[in-house]
T-cell receptor, first 119, second 114 residues
């Protein structure tokens, strides 16, 4: 069973287009994240949602808009794509608040990633 | 803001040699986590350290958390080709409004030559 899934795996698009990436987790976690990994492998957090509420919003252009319809899903919409947006985007989830049955706190499970190429 | 520095950026070893990567935080951490990312893959959780001075072992891997909870290390004994990948440390100030936010180090890319 896939714990954290993302679609699509690859996304090639032209500058100026709008695109979305979808993420789903079946771990019952309360918190989900979006990370951007650049060509030098640096992982930087972009957003985090806890139970559908935006918790972390790093310095990200407002062309990026996350949406969480429920605590198992976190989507990322990007408007007016730019060359510099090319990267691998990872979704992740974790259990932050105490839960029953107990889950290992803060351990993050990552999705397979979406490689975005803007031409 | 919190910064986590990790060195070295690259490490090339012969199979059988040992390997160590080091992590330093600009602030005191509540916990530190280590992840491994295989080439073309996604980060996979290895371990979490919480206590000052904590040492944990997983087979050939030894993880340490500094006494001041500002630094950590991962040591691999007798590397194997299956150890190749990028190793990340990630620090967290748990609780409050941080909601499990991790600040990742830059990662150490390990290459193992057979």
């Amino acid at each position: 069973d896939t714990a954290v899934s993302q679609t699509p795996k690859y996304l090639v698009t032209q500058m100026g287009n709008d695109k979305s990436i979808k993420c789903e987790q079946n771990l019952g976690h309360d918190t989900m994240y979006w990370y951007k990994q650049d060509s030098k492998k640096f992982l930087k957090i972009m957003f985090s949602y806890n139970n559908k509420e935006l918790i972390i919003n790093e310095t990200v252009p407002n062309r990026f808009s996350p949406k969480s319809p429920d605590k198992a899903h976190l989507n990322l919409h990007i408007n007016s794509l730019e060359l510099g947006d090319s990267a691998v985007y990872f979704c992740a989830s974790s259990q932050v608040l105490p839960s029953w049955p107990p889950k290992s706190p803060y351990e993050q499970y990552f999705g397979p990633g979406t490689r975005l190429t803007v031409t | 803001g919190q910064q986590v520095m990790q060195i070295p950026q690259y490490q090339h070893v012969q199979e059988g040699e040992d390997f160590t990567t080091y992590c330093n935080s600009s602030t005191t951490l509540s916990n530190i986590q280590w992840y491994k990312q295989r080439p073309g893959g996604h980060p996979v959780f290895l371990i979490q350290l919480v206590k000052s001075g904590e040492v944990k072992k997983q087979k050939r891997l030894t993880f340490q958390f500094g006494e001041a909870k500002k630094n950590s290390s991962l040591h691999i004994t007798a590397t194997q080709t299956t150890d190749v990948g990028t190793y990340f440390c990630a620090g967290s100030n748990a609780g409050g409004t941080s909601y499990g936010k991790l600040t990742f180090g830059q990662g150490t890319i390990l290459t193992v030559h057979p």
